[in-house]
């Protein structure tokens, strides 16, 4: 009878697909800080009521949070190059499509997807802060944007950061469908190994535990980046005190 499951397989896989972390790691930075772009601005757009940016905002964040995710990944794949050849044809300028690196494509949907996402957990946690700091340091002197960035932005971070670092933990795992636009990161790699053996279910388990131990790493750096915040506001709060 052959061996249904071999854990020295898995141990083998392990260091193999520990090659394709940095890929992984590479569109989830660049998706998270465009997606922290994206969702901050449009939480300035709805928070302000920016007139026309307001409804277009309100139509964005509508159809990201209602259409799945790889469906998404399928418009940027094959709508991007598309649009991109219009356009070339349209300037009258040869320009080939197949050079982009396939990233490009991924990094467009997650950071639209979750920008939308963002946007409204960091509306939240701008609006969480006390309109009376925002008045207080504007009567000592402040300016709008030194009250901004010194005072509210601060606070608001502190209220938004579980949900943002969900949200990066969120984002490490949506990177195993970057595989359908031909980015080759840790599940393709997984796919690519177990074809080479036939060991599908070990490779798939070894993938797991990376997985797994990267989440584990993550939320422990975001409950530290927590603490740390919590201990600077504890401390700004003491000084304000004392003096």
């Known amino acids: 009878m052959p061996n249904l499951f071999d854990f020295g397989v898995v141990m083998d896989m392990i260091p193999q697909l520990i090659k394709y972390i940095p890929i992984t790691f590479e569109i989830v930075l660049l998706s998270v800080v465009f997606s922290w772009l994206i969702g901050f601005v449009v939480a300035l757009v709805k ?18 949070r209602g259409t799945p995710l790889i469906i998404q990944l399928y418009i940027a794949y094959f709508g ?40 409204e957990t960091i509306r939240a946690g701008l609006e969480a802060v006390d309109k009376g700091q925002t008045e207080a340091a504007m009567s000592i002197g402040m300016t709008a944007s030194q009250t901004f960035f010194k005072i ?43 074809s080479k053996n036939y060991r599908f279910f070990e490779s798939y388990v070894a993938l797991a535990i990376i997985y797994w131990i990267i989440t ?10 927590e603490n740390k915040l919590r201990a600077n506001e504890r401390q700004v709060d003491f000084n304000d005190t004392s003096s």
């Not at 928070?47 to 990201?64: A, T």
């Not at 502190?158 to 359908?180: E, R």
């Not at 584990?216 to 980046?225: D, Q, S």
């Open 47 to 64: 928070i302000n009521k920016v007139p026309v940016l307001y409804p277009l905002s309100g139509l964005y964040v509508s159809f990201m």
């Open 216 to 225: 584990i790493v993550a939320a422990r750096l975001i409950r530290v980046a």
């Open 152 to 194: 509210v932005l601060p606070e608001a971070l502190i209220v938004a950061l579980p949900s943002l670092g969900n949200a990066f933990i969120g984002m490490i795992k949506n990177t195993s469908l970057a595989f359908t636009c031909a980015v080759v990161e840790l599940t393709a790699g997984a796919r690519l190994l177990a």
């Open 80 to 119: 991007i190059p598309l649009l991109l050849q219009y356009w070339s044809h349209a300037q009258g300028v040869e320009y080939s499509v197949n050079g982009i690196n396939p990233i490009v494509f991924v990094v467009v949907a997650f950071a639209l997807n979750e920008g939308a996402y963002c946007s």
